[in-house]
């Protein structure tokens, strides 16, 4: 390295002694033209800035370019919001703090592992838990989502409000094709001008009070609906078609009285244009009427055949006004009266229960239900039939009965959710807890009363009666379901209503709105069976009913053995024909509701084939039907005040007769005897098994509860009966007694100096016999007069028995009957599932009592509620 830095030392002096040296001349002293900071910004400014600016070799370029990408960005991204953003930046600042949070996962709407606040197996006995607690369902999901999921508050809550609005929007959103705008329209009792323009509004001349009370009493002396005979022709001839292009109507509706007419009026008020056919009667509010042959006064006189009397009215006025409402009235010109008086402290039923009230089990003494509430059934059972008394202060207290009254008030607030989940699909219903009024409709009502009321006969008997006074049927056979909204409907504060002008002043309100709406009320209509549509195998319309058909969706239906899911989809219901060979069918996407009843549905207007090969609701097979009523109709000379005779309902019950209650000598311990079996009861209801006491007896869910044939066959004569007839026994037999014309306060100004009497009793062997069938159904027999006349005479032998003042007052009597009385109130009704108002043969609906309870005017209303609600 030594010697290679002395060889360049060496070339250095070489090149150094090579090149000539040049001696430069000083350089010149730099005199500035500008001296001072002054002349130098001066310089700067006007100089050195723009030729930098012209001839810089810099990147400036490129941040002008960047900033125009920028600001075309931002109007991208913000569109006509960028002016705000400008003038708020820190608005863009925390969207892109949010968007940097979001990126490190701080924002996500699930937490992580450590921010869980319980382990899992934690929160799963903490849910289980919750719903052995009865928490409803929808908490219930909402805490699996937060503990098991792991769900952020703040999205938990985002959740509920996102959920809520739909479930709003849902509530708003019209259905069925509904109007926006519902027509307005007239009282009934209105004077109407015709005009040729349909559309045209129908005008309502001024009339004074005097006026209008004669004109209501004149339209209340005619009966309600057009009657389908041959001077009608001409006026009915629009009804018929024989294919739904040439229909004219929207809905059939099926039946008669208000239930049915209130269906019709709330689907008229839809927007739909409704049909109804009344049958047998010839009025369509379900009244009988007398004839000139009882005499000139009678003729047209209505004996009311239904039961019409309104508990909680106040209720009940509220689920009528949307069909009643007029444009001068909310009620429609309907008023409600109470039952009794002042006098009597509106007395509303009476109740006679062998062995109640008296020592001795075949005598009765009878019990008087009246308007105050609890506190007044209360205060009488103790004065009457030694139970304890209730406190003073407004509560139950020491007293049984007012304990047993409140608990089936409670059981009976939730029917209405019961009722309502009727109108869901299975699938939603099984992801809700059971609510009260349904764990204790499968279950007898014996038990609950062996078990709630067990030291007083007696006032156990009455709580019996009270609970189902209008069947025979012991509490053994009886669905508490049924029991608890009897009860339920006695211990009104109100009392019991009646419509002033009977129920003939509330069809003919309901009438007209389904007139002033387009449809038509006919009676006297003789059906033979219903029409379906020509099965398709392919197409839009098949497939649309086959999934209608889907067991657990719209319509269940009852299959054999080893059928699930292989029955064909259920054709489509049309229409009805008529037993003279014409049909009346509805509009395309049109519906028939049947307010008949379950048996006369699908047992009687369902065409054999079609039942063979699609089957009838799921569990309907299992049910039985109520033994046929017979009524006896009874014109009286005289008003309510001469006759002496109130507008209470009298019952004779014993299949709420006092049990044999026994006490064990050895131990003291009190064996109770079973109520309703004694001299009287019924023999059906004594065959039939039931429960021995037991509080947790119940029958098997309807889903387990499969018949041989889902076809509903007619099967042989059952054998139960055979060894004990049931007949009807003077005295002793279940019988009601009431008086419609004492009910309504302005009767007497219609009809003057006469009052109606309907006698209602069960028909016995000689009228109907009882098939072993599935379901069980009764058959009438063929009567002869002599028979029906027998009858009659031991019927009225039994009134003058226990109201002697009208013997010598009767003017003229009539039977009827048999009539049929819809399903009995056991257990099995309230189980099956089938019992829906939507049913598996697509346009075919159900209304009416069978979907609730039966002889109620209540029950009805709702039934036909839930049809016009599922029709829609």
């Avoid at 429960?691 to 042989?716: E, F, H, Q, T, Y």
């Avoid at 049931?726 to 009601?736: A, L, M, P, Y």
């Avoid at 069978?850 to 709702?862: C, E, K, R, Y």
Wanted: charge should be negative.
């Amino acid at each position: 390295l030594d010697e290679d830095e002395d060889d360049e030392d060496d070339d250095e002096e070489q090149h150094d002694d090579a090149v000539p040296k040049i001696n430069l001349p000083p350089s010149p002293v730099k005199n500035y033209a500008f001296t001072t900071d002054h002349q130098l910004t001066d310089l700067i400014e006007t100089v050195l800035q723009p030729t930098h600016a012209q001839f810089t070799t810099s990147s400036e370029w490129k941040v002008h370019a960047n900033a125009a990408k920028f600001e075309r960005l931002l109007d991208e991204k913000y569109g006509p919001f960028r002016p705000f953003v400008d003038r708020y930046p820190q608005i863009e600042r925390t969207l892109r703090s949010i968007q940097r949070k979001y990126a490190k996962g701080r924002l996500s709407p699930f937490r992580s592992e450590e921010d869980q606040p319980m382990s899992k197996s934690t929160a799963i006995i903490l849910l289980f838990m919750m719903q052995r607690n009865g928490v409803r369902w929808e908490a219930l999901a909402l805490a699996a989502v937060f503990l098991l999921v792991g769900l952020q508050p703040w999205a938990l809550v985002a959740l509920v409000t996102v959920g809520h609005r739909i479930m709003m929007g849902r509530k708003a959103r019209r259905v069925g094709g509904m109007k926006k705008n519902i027509v307005p329209t007239e009282p009934y009792y209105a004077i109407r001008d015709d005009d040729d323009d349909d559309d045209a509004r129908v005008g309502i001349k001024d009339l004074s009070d005097e006026e209008e009370r004669r004109r209501r009493n004149d339209l209340l002396r005619t009966p309600v609906g057009i009657r389908m005979d041959d001077k009608a022709t001409a006026a009915v001839e629009d009804i018929f078609a024989s294919t739904q292009e040439e229909a004219k109507y929207d809905v059939l509706v099926l039946g008669s009285g208000p239930s049915s007419l209130y269906t019709a009026a709330l689907l008229s008020r839809a927007g739909k244009k409704v049909l109804v056919l009344c049958t047998d009667l010839e009025d369509a509010s379900g009244c009988v009427a007398a004839t000139s042959a009882n005499g000139p006064k009678w003729d047209g006189v209505p004996f009311d055949l239904q039961s019409n009397d309104i508990s909680h009215a106040s209720k009940q006025q509220r689920l009528l006004a949307p069909a009643l409402c007029s444009t001068t009235d909310p009620q429609g010109g309907i008023r409600l009266a109470r039952i009794g008086s002042e006098r009597d402290g509106f007395a509303h039923t009476v109740l006679s229960i062998p062995g109640c009230g008296t020592d001795s089990h075949n005598d009765a003494v009878p019990f008087v239900l009246h308007a105050g509430g609890v506190q007044a059934i209360a205060e009488d059972a103790a004065a009457a039939l030694g139970d304890s008394w209730p406190a003073s202060d407004g509560t139950a207290g020491e007293s049984n009965s007012a304990q047993y009254l409140e608990f089936c008030n409670t059981v009976n607030a939730t029917a209405s959710k019961y009722y309502l989940d009727k109108l869901i699909p299975d699938e939603v219903n099984k992801m809700r807890n059971a609510d009260l009024y349904q764990q204790t409709g499968i279950r007898y009502a014996s038990g609950y009363l062996n078990k709630l009321v067990p030291l007083n006969g007696h006032v156990r008997a009455l709580l019996a009666g009270m609970g189902m006074k209008d069947e025979n049927l012991r509490p053994g056979m009886l669905s508490m379901a049924a029991h608890v909204t009897n009860v339920s409907a006695l211990c009104s504060s109100e009392g019991l209503c009646y419509p002033v002008g009977g129920p003939r002043a509330v069809c003919k309100a309901l009438e007209s709105v389904v007139l002033q709406n387009g449809g038509k009320v006919l009676t006297g209509v003789d059906l033979k069976e219903f029409i379906f549509e020509e099965e398709e195998n392919d197409g839009d319309k098949a497939e649309e009913r086959k999934k209608k058909s889907e067991p657990g969706k719209k319509g269940d239906v009852d299959k054999k053995d080893g059928e699930e899911g292989k029955a064909p989809p259920a054709p489509q219901c049309i229409g009805v024909a008529l037993a003279s060979g014409r049909e009346v069918r509805v509009r395309e996407d049109g519906a028939v509701i049947s307010m008949l009843g379950f048996i006369p549905t699908f047992v009687m207007l369902l065409n054999d084939d079609i039942r063979t090969k699609h089957g009838v609701p799921r569990g309907l097979p299992a049910l039985s039907e109520r033994r046929p009523l017979l009524k006896v109709l009874v014109g009286l000379r005289g008003t309510a005040d001469e006759l002496s005779i109130t507008g209470a309902d009298w019952y004779r019950l014993p299949n709420a007769c006092r049990a044999f209650d026994e006490t064990n000598p050895s131990t003291g311990e009190i064996q109770l005897g079973e109520i309703g079996i004694g001299r009287g009861s019924s023999v059906d209801s004594a065959n039939d098994g039931g429960d021995n006491g037991d509080p947790s007896a119940s029958v098997d869910n309807a889903d387990d509860i499969r018949a041989s044939d889902s076809a509903a066959r007619r099967g042989k004569h059952s054998k139960k009966g055979s060894a004990r007839r049931n007949k009807f026994d003077t005295g002793v037999s279940w019988i009601k007694v009431s008086f419609p014309s004492a009910k309504d306060p302005s009767w007497h100004d219609r009809y003057d100096d006469i009052s109606t009497c309907v006698i209602t009793i069960e028909a016995d062997d000689d009228f109907v016999t009882k098939f072993d069938s599935k379901p069980s159904i009764f058959s009438n027999h063929k009567v002869g007069t002599e028979n029906a006349e027998r009858m009659k005479k031991r019927v009225l032998k039994d009134l003058y028995d226990n109201f002697p003042q009208l013997e010598g007052k009767v003017e003229f009597s009539k039977i009827l009957g048999p009539i049929r009385a819809g399903l009995s109130h056991k257990p099995e009704r309230y189980a099956a599932k089938g019992i829906r108002p939507e049913t598996l043969y697509p346009g075919l609906f159900l209304g009416g009592s069978d979907l609730t309870v039966g002889d109620s005017f209540s029950g009805a209303i709702v039934g036909g509620w839930l049809a016009a609600n599922a029709a829609m």
